[in-house]
């Protein structure tokens, strides 16, 4: 047997106004901007990829997975740090990026050589990124034992830990 109010649902949504009852505050189509207004507001606060290391709290989560003690933590947070910084900083670097190759088209004429200033600012932004992190993935390695490395290098073959 079906719920009686799952018709009342079914019909409130076939007339297009949400399943909302009239009676539940604002009503079927205040409710439905209200969920978005929260639902973007929430998108703020969510970083794309989940962060340096695709997760969100990377030292609480690699603490956790790998069963660091304090030194261990203290010294990784150090490296997260460091990391932080240089990612931080890579994304200055690309916005600075966008605005010269913008620069370069949005003139009266092409301008060859600020399109070229731009493109050798990303790409000396990937080599600066890269040397972080292998340096970054090398002071780890010192850290871990070799149960540890195990794990962290399942963790990044894995997919669940992203660098």
Do not use: N
Not at 63 to 72: G, I, N, P, S, T
Not at 85 to 102: I, K, N
């Amino acid at each position: 047997m079906i719920y009686p109010g799952f018709h009342w649902w079914r019909a409130r949504r076939a007339a297009g106004l949400g399943g909302w009852p009239a009676s539940c505050g604002f009503g079927a189509p205040f409710a439905e901007e209200a969920w978005r207004a929260r639902r973007a507001s929430a998108d703020r606060f969510v970083e794309p990829g989940g962060g340096a290391f695709g997760v969100r709290r990377p030292l609480r989560f690699l603490a956790y997975k790998l069963d660091l003690d304090e030194r261990q933590t203290a010294e990784l947070a150090k490296v997260l740090s460091e990391l932080k910084t240089e990612r931080a900083q890579a994304d200055v670097d690309a916005r600075r990026t966008l605005s010269g190759l913008a620069d370069a088209v949005g003139g009266e004429r092409f301008d060859e050589q600020l399109a070229r200033e731009a493109g050798a600012l990303r790409v000396g932004s990937a080599e600066r990124l890269r040397e972080a992190v292998a340096k970054a993935l090398a002071r780890i390695h010192a850290v871990l034992d070799a149960e540890q490395r195990e794990r962290l290098a399942y963790l990044i073959r894995t997919g669940t830990l992203i660098i």
